[in-house]
């Protein structure tokens, strides 16, 4: 993925980590609950033999860029990503920090989230 400005970063996501609260009769529950919104990029993975066997099954494999930042230091894998003007959502299977610790870049599928 190429790297660039804040020009590139065209799109807009929201992250959502999971969270337990108490409903009304006292019983834990747990509920997506959103931690930050940020601009990114897209890389639609294409090619391999995995990849379009994932495609096949509605599964759809792609690269998000982000830009670091303390808020995006902190996500992990058991997080989901939302695109924030369609609604898509995305689970994060691997998040790799930049060795420059200007971007990250979040290995995420559509179709799989919990």
């Not at 970063?9 to 108490?22: D, N, T």
């Not at 670091?68 to 959502?89: I, M, Y």
Request: proline share 2%.
């Amino acid at each position: 993925m190429a790297k660039g400005g804040a020009g590139r970063l065209s799109e807009r996501v929201s992250f959502f980590q999971r969270g337990e609260f108490q409903d009304q009769y006292g019983n834990t529950v747990s509920d997506w609950v959103l931690q930050f919104q940020t601009a990114a990029s897209y890389q639609h993975l294409r090619g391999g033999e995995a990849v379009m066997a994932a495609r096949l099954t509605n599964k759809h494999p792609l690269v998000v860029r982000i830009r670091t930042s303390t808020a995006a230091r902190s996500v992990t894998a058991e997080w989901k990503l939302t695109d924030t003007r369609t609604g898509v959502e995305y689970a994060i299977n691997d998040v790799t920090h930049d060795v420059d610790r200007t971007w990250i870049d979040l290995l995420c599928e559509r179709g799989v989230v919990p």
